[in-house]
């Protein structure tokens, strides 16, 4: 069976078990062969939640690689209940965490969101095809935004509503961590005493 295939009964699969199943295509100019771009799905009580709970909070998103032997990422839009426990609000295939797959993510939520107010802060880790995605929105250029404080972008009109794009403490705190291994300079001890510095 080709990927496409392969794919297609996992979509059928998704659609008997009661997911609303969105693509995105484009068609590639060799051939004129169709070309699964993004493909997300989110089923009732995954609504039920997120218009709940995501209202007028926010929403998380990050992607997983080599989850499926497709060899498609997964990003994955997660919201936090009233009990400070996470819940996955929307999954999505993405050949790339590009501008153009997280503009179709955001014109799918605004699904769930049509009659209801929408998240006021988007977390992530700035992936610059989220950040691109969020300024098309408000119709600011890529270098408009650079100027802006990456941890604190202007709030941009999104779910029908402002919203903050934050950046995760978590991929920070990560990010310096790697930093400071590759830089070699700092010992083990030193490299735990600066994380924990981060973290307080």
């Given at each position: 069976m080709s990927p496409e295939d392969q794919l297609r009964c996992a979509l059928r699969g998704l659609e008997i078990k009661g997911f609303l199943v969105r693509c995105l295509q484009k068609y590639v100019v060799e051939g004129g062969d169709r070309q699964r771009v993004v493909v997300g799905f989110f089923?009732?009580?995954?609504?039920?939640?997120?218009?709940?709970?995501?209202?007028?909070?926010?929403?998380?998103?990050?992607?997983?690689?080599?989850?499926?032997?497709?060899?498609?990422?997964?990003?994955?839009?997660?919201?936090?209940?009233?009990?400070?426990?996470?819940?996955?609000?929307t999954y999505c295939f993405v050949i790339s965490e590009s501008k153009e797959a997280f503009t179709f993510i955001f014109d799918a939520l605004k699904m769930i969101f049509h009659d209801c107010i929408g998240p006021r802060v988007v977390i992530s880790d700035f992936v610059l095809g989220l950040s691109s995605a969020m300024c098309r929105t408000r119709?600011?250029?890529?270098?408009?935004?650079?100027?802006?404080?990456?941890?604190?972008?202007?709030?941009?009109?999104?779910?029908?509503?402002?919203?903050?794009?934050?950046?995760?403490?978590?991929?920070?705190?990560?990010?310096?961590?790697?930093?400071?291994?590759?830089?070699?300079?700092?010992?083990?001890?030193?490299?735990?005493?600066?994380?924990?510095?981060?973290w307080s």
């Open positions: 089923n009732a009580w995954q609504i039920r939640m997120a218009r709940r709970f995501m209202g007028e909070f926010n929403l998380q998103t990050d992607a997983t690689f080599n989850t499926s032997h497709l060899n498609l990422p997964i990003a994955v839009i997660v919201g936090t209940s009233n009990v400070v426990r996470s819940f996955p609000a119709h600011i250029s890529r270098a408009e935004a650079d100027v802006e404080d990456r941890m604190t972008m202007l709030q941009i009109h999104v779910f029908g509503t402002d919203v903050q794009l934050q950046l995760c403490a978590w991929h920070a705190v990560e990010a310096i961590r790697k930093r400071l291994t590759h830089a070699g300079r700092y010992p083990a001890k030193l490299q735990t005493e600066l994380q924990n510095l981060l």
